[in-house]
């Protein structure tokens, strides 16, 4: 079991961070039809299956529609937590007490990934989303990947492990020791869109 150290903040007023805005899938998104049918061109265009089995092949479509909406999810999700700890930064440097809590100088200080953490502790309802990967999804794609720019072995088998290294390298930048927030001290919204 992992001892989690807290940064230690003076005081023991509960603290205000700004709402965390999440948005929802793209509105230029492709139709789910639309989807099923670029997908289905994947399934074609990478033999996935013997020309015989075209009920196969219709199911390997929708259930690869379906991992690509998982991806867009996953990077709206990420691109919201990722602004949302960039306006936790400026929060958090407009204060005389939370700005030491982001320097190096201080043990343990706070890390970017620190906020990730803060929105676990915190239990945040994401409907499946894991935030780690959704993040390291973000990392990895400055904007959601259109369904052609994926094959069926990264919709399937890749995407997970891609977010997941993307995620690990990033949270390890520049950081040794990192502390992680008390969740009971801070207390933010959590507001779809």
């Known amino acids: 079991m992992e001892e989690v150290r807290y940064v230690d903040i003076p005081g ?34 990478e033999d996935l ?11 390997l479509a929708l259930h690869l529609a379906d991992q690509y909406i998982g991806l867009l999810l996953h990077w709206q999700w990420g691109d919201s937590v990722v602004e949302w700890i960039r306006q936790c930064e400026i929060t958090f440097g407009a204060s005389d007490t939370l700005r030491p809590l982001l320097h190096p100088q201080v043990w343990p200080h706070a890390g970017r990934c620190s906020f990730v953490d803060l929105l676990v502790r915190k239990q945040v309802e ?67 869109m």
């Open 12 to 45: 023991d007023l509960t603290l205000e961070l700004p709402p965390l805005l999440v948005r929802g899938v793209p509105d230029d998104t492709q139709s789910r039809e639309e989807l099923v049918s670029a997908a289905a061109e994947i399934v074609e265009s």
């Open 126 to 192: 994401t409907h499946g989303v894991a935030l780690e990967k959704a993040v390291g999804t973000r990392l990895t794609f400055r904007q959601p990947p259109p369904i052609h720019c994926c094959s069926n072995q990264f919709l399937f088998y890749l995407k997970s492990s891609l977010a997941d290294s993307a995620y690990k390298t990033w949270a390890q930048m520049n950081v040794d020791t990192f502390g992680h927030f008390p969740p009971n001290r801070f207390h933010f919204q959590v507001l779809e």
């Open 49 to 59: 299956l013997p020309d015989a089995h075209a009920d196969g092949a219709l199911d």
